[in-house]
């Protein structure tokens, strides 16, 4: 009896060892890291992770894991001590109010001092807390209401869609007529797209013959509504939501006939629409200027590392801008020699602009007053089968040139 009781209590022990091996906390800014030597800053992203948004996520992500790699590779070195970045990615299905769930837990559990998020619904609803509970939004999002709030903690990391109708508008009206249709997407983002794009367009001189909303993420077959749309004879056609559902609105314009023009919303990349529809169906269609066209030193070969990471895959907006944000964000923290304080961290982003690090795809010249993007915005139009010569945007916002 004595020998099964050592033995009994022996084996609790070990039990007990193990068990408290295997229930360590996930390291934070003020732990070791694994390395015993760098220590660990948790970042967070709130962000759809699965359902209709799913694929838009990925490509954020992507770009927001490659400039981790590549930080993590060489160390953050904050006040002398070396640091690696954790991301730590939530799902919330492009819901506001799970992005806000995703958010406190975000910050209460795993005290992540910056939160990602690539949507202006979630942007929105964290910007009710964040400055409370003391964390920086960095928003991917167009939406310029953003940094019109007053919040003291955001950063909008992407031009606003206001400095695109007009400029798109003149171009497209130029080569193809006045008449305007509209088959936005029936999101939130479509009705604000499209309450900027018609009084572009009627200030211009142009008339509005069709608007028919649809919602680009249920709908499968867009020709009911298209054809809705060219029944009334337009020379242009106002099209956008997800890039691929955008391409088959496209197709089916072109199955059915339509010769005319296209104003592609920015949410909408053309070098998406590639791989689902020739370049020729895009014919007079005016759109953001693919990443891998951009002209700037780093978009080359970051497109380059991209693709080697991504088996070949070639990278839109939503990874090179968040990539080169993230990245904004490490020289930041550096910057601040702080890893907790978001409004130090944000202070660090602001003193280290303008940033034009060679690895960075798009140029930031600074951040502007209530977080808001100084870069310029960059088009390009569809002539002749091939990609015309790009054009670009001045910012208003950039106080840099003033």
Known sequence: MKRKSIWLVLSLIVLLVVSGCG??????????????DVK????????????????????????????VDEINAKGLLVNGEKYKINLIKLDDQYMPDKAATNARRLR???????????????????????????FLIMAYTSEGKVAKT??????????????????????????FGKKLALIPTSSQYGKDWSEAVIPAWEKLGGTIVANNPVDYNKEVDFNTYVSK???????????????QPTAMVIKQARQLGFKGGFILMDQAKVEQMEGVIPLTDLEGAVCLTPVYLYDSP?????????????????????????????????????????????????????????????????????????????????????????????FSIPNPADTTKK
Request: overall charge negative.
């Open 23 to 36: 229930n360590k906390s996930t390291p934070t800014s003020s732990d070791p890291g694994a390395s015993g």
């Open 40 to 67: 660990t800053v948790n970042i967070g992203y709130t962000g759809p992770l699965s359902g209709g948004g799913a694929l838009f996520g990925k490509d954020v992500t992507e770009g927001l894991d490659l400039a």
């Open 108 to 134: 209460t559990e795993f005290e992540t001092p910056v939160i990602f998020v690539p949507h202006s619904g979630g942007a929105f609803a964290l910007q009710q807390f964040n400055e409370t509970d003391e």
């Open 150 to 175: 007053g919040n003291k903690l955001t950063v909008q990391m992407t031009t606003p869609y206001s400095l695109y109708p007009e400029v798109y508008s003149k171009k497209v009206m130029d080569k």
């Open 229 to 243: 749309a060219l029944a009334a004879n337009p020379d242009v056609l106002f099209v956008g939501g997800p890039s």
């Open 298 to 390: 780093g978009a080359k070969p970051f497109v380059e590392r991209f693709k080697a990471k991504y088996n070949g895959k070639v990278p839109a907006w939503e990874s090179s801008k968040n990539y080169d944000n993230m990245m904004l964000l490490a020289k930041g923290i550096e910057k601040a020699g702080n890893v907790t304080d978001a409004a130090k961290i944000l202070e660090g982003m602001r003193a280290v602009t303008p940033f034009n690090d060679p690895t960075i795809t798009a140029h930031i010249p600074g951040i502007a007053e209530g977080g808001g993007s100084m870069t310029p915005g960059t088009g390009i139009m569809i002539e002749n089968g091939q990609y015309g010569k790009q």
